[in-house]
């Protein structure tokens, strides 16, 4: 029913910036929530950020003051600023949505592909 693809992940150096990009296709009605999580090799997934239909944003405590979530409405498109990387944020990012699909309250969740960050010291 939706389908999310991530760009923007890559190489830098600590202190660098990236911007990941999620676009969402589909049957959407409207979102509920957009987030992005990262997984590091022998770490569960955690979430990064999050933001709320009502614009309401939290962040991973480590990554507060440095990554910014955002969203473009008309684009159906969310998007994670990263800066002052560091090489503990190198991990795979997913993009996560919540996800209204009808008028009848059905609602979709799912994940992007991964997009691998790499943060060298």
């Known amino acids: 029913q939706v389908q999310l693809v991530e760009s923007g992940g890559g190489l830098v150096q600590a202190g660098g910036s990236l911007r990941l990009s999620c676009a969402a296709s589909?049957?959407?009605?409207?979102?509920?929530?957009m987030a992005w999580y990262r997984q590091a090799p022998g770490s569960q997934r955690e979430l990064v950020a999050i933001i709320m239909s009502d614009d309401i944003k939290n962040y991973l405590d480590s990554v507060k003051g440095r990554f910014t979530i955002s969203k473009d409405n008309t684009k159906n498109t969310w998007y994670l600023q990263m800066n002052s990387l560091k090489p503990d944020d190198t991990a795979v990012y997913y993009c996560?949505?919540?996800?209204?699909?009808?008028?009848?309250?059905?609602?979709?969740?799912?994940w992007g592909q991964g997009t691998q960050v790499t943060v060298s010291s």
């Open positions: 996560n949505a919540l996800v209204l699909t009808s008028g009848d309250g059905e609602t979709w969740h799912g």
């Open positions: 589909g049957r959407i009605l409207r979102f509920n929530e």
